[in-house]
């Protein structure tokens, strides 16, 4: 059997739906003249997951019994993958047109580049500005992403240095600091050079794998001509407070790891308390605000049909 172009490795946690959904948009996508395999990796679903894959034998399952997280899930679907292009996939994505095939013809046409991301768009055909960024600065704790500065100022320096907002209407590829690992695709020499994905990371592991990438001499790309719709935050199982706060926590402390590690901040430096104690700050303002956030309609009726909570190891 020829070697496929792509390996599209899917992480899931209670997201049947959202799950069955994906598979449908990738068999249904624009494949052009290019070739794939899909490889779902479940994290001990227990919501039918493993029931809905048992009715698509063409895909590749590893079912693991628990939440091992996402980096060690994924470094799992890399082990067995034997595409030419490793693709990592949240479960709760649908695919636009002929978005896979753009990023294998980009890889191929640009041997220097180690990565290259997908642009992606809310349900409402709204851009997340989350597919690729430059590297986050002090600011950025102020114009992040989904502050309410970065949304009332949506032009201002900080937010848009950050999101490199200015470029992605361009419809052209361009470098970036790092990609979101809901949809990004990498060349497997360059992958394994740098031991995969970052496993003692939850969160900020894109950045500290980009970062290994770029420091090994490739370069890393979005191409906003490759496009996907993301549910963010839909999958994995219902962001219950407890679920939330938790997310928060595991934010900050991965923020603080990065931000120490990529600018190589020494263990005895007290610029590490100063950091330590902005950031433990601000994730107790935003763990009280989770904790009175009322539940969403979506996310209550979905626990009242059982739908587990989930999406993260707490």
């Given at each position: 059997?020829?070697?496929?172009?792509?390996?599209?490795?899917?992480?899931?946690?209670n997201?049947?739906?959202?799950?069955?959904?994906?598979?449908?948009?990738?068999?249904?996508?624009?494949?052009?003249?290019?070739?794939?395999?899909i490889?779902?990796?479940?994290?001990?679903?227990?919501?039918?997951?493993?029931?809905?894959?048992?009715?698509?034998?063409?895909?590749?399952?590893?079912?693991?019994?628990?939440?091992?997280?996402?980096?060690?899930?994924?470094?799992?679907?890399?082990?067995?993958?034997v595409?030419?292009?490793?693709?990592?996939?949240?479960?709760?994505i649908l695919?636009?047109?002929?978005?896979?095939?753009?990023?294998?013809?980009?890889?191929?046409?640009?041997?220097?580049?180690?990565?290259?991301?997908?642009?992606?768009?809310?349900?409402?055909?709204?851009d997340?500005?989350?597919?690729?960024?430059?590297?986050?600065?002090?600011?950025?704790?102020?114009?992040?992403?989904?502050?309410?500065?970065?949304?009332?100022?949506?032009?201002?320096?900080?937010?848009?240095?950050?999101?490199?907002?200015?470029?992605?209407?361009?419809?052209?590829?361009?470098?970036?600091?790092?990609?979101?690992?809901?949809?990004?695709?990498?060349?497997?020499?360059?992958?394994?050079?740098?031991?995969?994905?970052?496993?003692?990371?939850?969160?900020?592991?894109?950045?500290i794998?980009?970062?290994?990438?770029?420091?090994?001499?490739?370069?890393?790309?979005?191409?906003?001509?490759?496009?996907?719709?993301?549910?963010?935050?839909?999958?994995?199982?219902?962001?219950?407070p407890?679920?939330?706060?938790?997310?928060?926590?595991?934010?900050?402390?991965?923020?603080?790891?990065?931000?120490?590690?990529?600018?190589?901040?020494?263990?005895?430096?007290?610029?590490?308390?100063?950091?330590?104690?902005?950031?433990?700050?601000?994730?107790?303002?935003?763990?009280?605000?989770?904790?009175?956030?009322?539940?969403?309609?979506?996310?209550?009726?979905?626990?009242?049909?059982?739908?587990?909570?989930?999406?993260?190891?707490?």
């Amino acid at each position: 059997m020829p070697q496929p172009d792509i390996s599209l490795i899917i992480i899931s946690l209670n997201s049947r739906h959202f799950l069955a959904d994906c598979l449908v948009s990738i068999k249904n996508s624009i494949w052009r003249d290019k070739t794939y395999e899909i490889i779902v990796v479940d994290n001990g679903s227990t919501d039918g997951t493993l029931e809905l894959l048992a009715e698509h034998p063409d895909v590749r399952v590893v079912a693991n019994k628990n939440n091992v997280g996402f980096c060690p899930a994924g470094n799992q679907g890399a082990k067995i993958a034997v595409g030419r292009y490793l693709m990592f996939l949240n479960d709760d994505i649908l695919i636009i047109d002929d978005a896979f095939p753009l990023l294998v013809e980009f890889l191929d046409a640009n041997p220097q580049a180690g990565m290259v991301g997908s642009r992606l768009f809310n349900i409402d055909g709204t851009d997340q500005f989350s597919s690729g960024r430059t590297f986050p600065s002090p600011m950025n704790a102020l114009f992040g992403r989904k502050s309410v500065l970065t949304r009332l100022f949506p032009n201002a320096a900080p937010a848009r240095r950050y999101l490199l907002s200015q470029r992605v209407s361009d419809n052209l590829p361009y470098e970036v600091d790092w990609l979101s690992a809901a949809a990004m695709a990498v060349r497997v020499d360059a992958f394994n050079q740098v031991g995969g994905l970052v496993e003692d990371f939850y969160y900020f592991h894109e950045l500290i794998i980009c970062d290994r990438i770029k420091r090994n001499g490739y370069s890393v790309y979005l191409d906003p001509r490759s496009k996907i719709l993301h549910y963010e935050g839909a999958g994995s199982g219902v962001r219950t407070p407890r679920v939330r706060r938790a997310h928060v926590k595991k934010f900050h402390i991965a923020a603080y790891h990065w931000f120490c590690v990529h600018h190589r901040i020494s263990s005895l430096n007290p610029v590490r308390l100063l950091i330590g104690s902005v950031l433990a700050g601000r994730a107790a303002v935003l763990m009280v605000v989770e904790t009175f956030k009322p539940q969403s309609a979506n996310d209550k009726a979905q626990i009242q049909v059982g739908r587990p909570e989930g999406g993260i190891p707490i």
